[in-house]
């Protein structure tokens, strides 16, 4: 019930974390959505994102965070803060399956003057299964924008070659689940390394999430998964905050 109002009251604001290329290069972010409401503080995500797709406000949620985003990173690059930083947006099987999405998608690109090829949409790999035949034309119309497509927590739903072969994919991002124990349990660390060779093999690029120790960074690198992300790096930021690091010329996330 206090969704509706919390979008109408401004509510909803969004945050960044920083990806990572080569253990210190940040070349992108991903923008994530906080809810704080004046009853019940701060809402997790994962609580009010499932409500949402179910009672239908998901689309115009989504419709605010790719507004958002797309604003926010455009005034980055505009003031040259950070020059050429992507940005990855999540979106949901209700956004997609909305008449008129990538039409909406393509004008929401030329208002905030931001490129195409530098936008990524994610999208949660179990959608895949139910709705391909659906999905397949519409993730086409969105990569003949320039937009970028990723299939996020891979690894976790039902993917094979072949569904692999017909999406027209840019990218795969591996679940935190597989990364948690990827130092100390070979069964984790063997899967890490397929998805890297079934990636490599098709020409798509990895993405490793939920990257919290420097072992595990260093492990994904020897293994060929060079762009990462997590708090090991740097936690989701606001605006401000993101502004700041792009302030720095020599911003960087290398570690010792």
Not at 125 to 149: A, C, M, N, T, W
């Amino acid at each position: 019930q206090a969704l509706p109002q919390a979008l109408a009251d401004g509510e909803f604001s969004l945050v960044y974390q920083p990806q990572v290329l080569d253990g210190k290069i940040p070349v992108g972010v991903e923008a994530l959505i906080r809810w704080k409401n004046g009853d019940m503080g701060q809402v997790p995500p994962d609580r009010f994102i499932r409500i949402s797709e179910g009672n239908g406000m998901i689309i115009d949620i989504g419709h605010f965070v790719i507004d958002q985003a797309l604003y926010d990173l455009s005034e980055i690059n505009r003031h040259h803060y950070c020059q050429n930083l992507h940005l990855s947006v999540n979106v949901s099987i209700r956004q997609l399956q909305e008449n008129g999405f990538t039409e909406r998608l393509s004008a929401s690109l030329l208002k905030y003057e931001f490129p195409a090829n530098q936008l990524t949409l994610e999208i949660t790999e179990g959608i895949f299964i139910d709705d391909l035949q659906y999905l397949i034309p519409v993730l086409h119309k969105i990569r003949s924008l320039g937009v970028k497509l990723s299939m996020d927590d891979f690894g976790t739903g039902y993917s094979s070659l072949s569904l692999l072969k017909q999406l027209p994919v840019d990218e795969l991002k591996i679940d935190k689940s597989f990364i948690d124990n990827i130092a100390t349990r070979n069964e984790d660390r063997l899967m890490v390394l397929n998805i890297i060779d079934i990636a490599q093999n098709l020409g798509i690029k990895v993405v490793a999430e939920g990257i919290e120790q420097a072992e595990q960074s260093h492990l994904l690198l020897d293994l060929g998964c060079n762009l990462q992300q997590g708090y090991f790096y740097c936690g989701p930021v606001d605006l401000d905050r993101l502004v700041e690091y792009c302030e720095q010329s020599n911003w960087s996330f290398e570690k010792n």
